[in-house]
């Protein structure tokens, strides 16, 4: 394993959870945390409060892989919305199009996604988009282009049988490698292992 692979391995058994970095590995047995069956250093009994809300934090935002001002506008947007916070702050993270390749299965991790958004493979709405930050909407039409649909890489993806299932909020095709936004993630479709009240209590303090 690459000392850039161990890395991940290593900021996922940090904060004792999947943040699906590695791409199909994160899927298998293979997994550095499912091997290890890894504990934190410190014990929940003696982090600080503080200490939790940051650590909740940093496992959203590496999951997603944003940099640290970045997730500050998500959070100040979400904010504005008038909702619930923590949950418009996960929605707005799953409508970033890195985020939607990776749920379609086209990717093999977010990362990858964003090489390929950045790339030039993918179209929303018949134009291609290079902006992995791009937030899709409902209605949207997301499609590999046509050039794009002999690439090897997005072929393996697609077949590989560990991927997820994309979620119901997403219509996807694929045969045409074509994918519709039917409506935005509903609240137990967002992420369940994140407890967003600690975020939310951390830039409140701030």
Not at 42 to 70: D, F, H, P
Not at 76 to 100: F, M, Q, W
Not at 125 to 134: A, C, D, I, Q, W
Not at 195 to 202: A, F, K, N, P
Request: glycine share 4%; hydrophobic share 30%; proline share 2%.
């Amino acid at each position: 394993m690459g000392l850039q692979m161990r890395d991940r391995c290593v900021k996922c058994r940090r904060l004792n959870t999947k943040l699906f970095l590695k791409g199909e590995r994160c899927f298998t047995n293979k997994c550095a945390l499912e091997k290890r069956k890894w504990s934190p250093r410190i014990s929940e009994r003696r982090m600080s409060q503080y200490a939790r809300q940051l650590r909740e934090k940093q496992k959203l935002r590496l999951k997603y892989g944003i940099m640290e001002t970045q997730f500050r506008h998500y959070y100040e947007k979400a904010e504005k919305t008038g909702g619930v916070t923590g949950e418009e702050l996960l929605r707005i993270l799953e409508r970033r199009l890195d985020n939607v390749v990776w749920r379609l299965g086209w990717a093999s991790s977010r990362r990858q996604a964003r090489q390929l958004i950045s790339h030039g493979h993918f179209t929303i709405n018949g134009r291609k988009v290079k902006t992995p930050s791009y937030l899709v909407r409902e209605g949207d039409v997301i499609e590999v282009k046509d050039k794009s649909k002999k690439m090897d890489l997005i072929k393996q993806n697609v077949q590989s049988s560990s991927r997820q299932v994309s979620p119901e909020w997403l219509d996807t095709d694929n045969e045409s490698l074509k994918a519709i936004v039917r409506r935005l993630p509903e609240k137990d479709e967002l992420d369940k292992e994140i407890d967003t009240s600690l975020i939310v209590e951390y830039y409140s303090r701030r």
